[in-house]
């Protein structure tokens, strides 16, 4: 009981037993840089530079920016571990195909070298239509496009079972348009990568 007794006053003389949180705020992919505020022990301390970070026990620490090599010291393996962000691919159709415009094909090619280069992959497939003609054709069109496009990333060696595919018809339009317009930027399939 004594030694047990003796552990805890050394660890509060200390501060080692104390738990320590660090919060660092880093930029996003495109360089943006949110806010957030810390809140511990009553007190707040905001973070709104990139880079900058506190150290909280009791109550969050004054700010200060810790360098990248740091950020990679503590935070590497973590970061290393996380998966990559979805990436989203389009291909756009003409009036009534399931045949993507050839000005579509590089994007089906980089989709499918994307897909193939990730360890894990998640995959879906979602056929759109514009808002022209009768909605149930429309409905059934986007599923055959998103079937069509399953189809042509299996010839590039993607596996059917990494794909989940929809058809959305006109119901979820990339430009908002009066019923019955023609718009070819809705006739569409999206491949989004997770």
Known sequence: ????FSILLLCLVLGACAPKTTV?????DDGGVGRVV??????EQPLAAAN?????????????????????????STVAAMPEPPKSFLLYFPTGSTEPEPASRPAL??????????????VSVIGHSDSAGDPAANQKLSMARAEAVRRMLEARGVPA??????????NDPLVSTAPGVAEARNRRVEILVR
């Open 109 to 122: 090619d980089e989709a499918a070298a994307d897909i193939t280069r990730r360890a894990v992959s998640n």
């Open 24 to 28: 660092v705020l880093v930029p996003d």
């Open 38 to 43: 810390v809140k511990a022990g009553g007190a």
């Open 1 to 4: 009981m004594r030694t047990l």
């Open 161 to 170: 079972s990494v794909m989940a595919l929809s058809g959305h018809g006109a």
């Open 52 to 76: 900058e970070s506190t150290q909280v026990t009791d109550k969050p620490a004054a700010p200060k920016v810790m360098s990248q090599q740091e950020i990679d010291r503590i935070f590497g």
